[in-house]
Nanobody, 124 residues
Framework: QVYLIESGGGLVQAGGSLRLSCEAA????????MGWFRQVPGAEREHVAT?????????YADSVKGRFTISRDNANNNMVTLQMNSLKPEDTAVYSC????????????????WGQGTQVTVSS
């Protein structure tokens, strides 16, 4: 079983920054594509960002391009960080880490492993 350990999140004022981290642990027999989704109550879940298994490709939602950066840890291939800058109140959501064995899972839109989620709140 693979499970995802999330950290980061919290409360920040608009224009500020936060960093989310996620590590895939357990029976990790390979390097996974990893990323983040977010969801607010009453709305559909939204893909935020994913980095490919090889780390050579990334995919971002239009709403976060230029503000959020996803990267893979050099020492631990199954750990990723989402750096969120210039945060807006509309970025407020529960952010969930995801992982999948596919090299570029954003084309299918299906991710096998999900974290519990961490709250990000941006005040105006």
């Amino acid at each position: 079983q693979v499970y995802l350990i999330e950290s980061g999140g919290g409360l920040v004022q608009a224009g500020g920054s936060l960093r989310l981290s996620c590590e895939a642990a357990g029976r990790t027999r390979m390097t996974y594509s990893m990323g983040w989704f977010r969801q607010v109550p009453g709305a559909e879940r939204e893909h935020v960002a994913t980095i490919s298994r090889a780390g050579s490709a990334t995919n971002y939602a239009d709403s976060v391009k230029g503000r959020f950066t996803i990267s893979r840890d050099n020492a631990n291939n199954n750990m990723v960080t989402l750096q969120m800058n210039s945060l807006k109140p509309e970025d407020t959501a529960v952010y969930s880490c995801v992982a999948d064995a596919a090299p570029t899972p954003w084309f299918r839109g299906v991710y096998e492993y999900w974290g519990q989620g961490t709250q990000v709140t941006v005040s105006s």
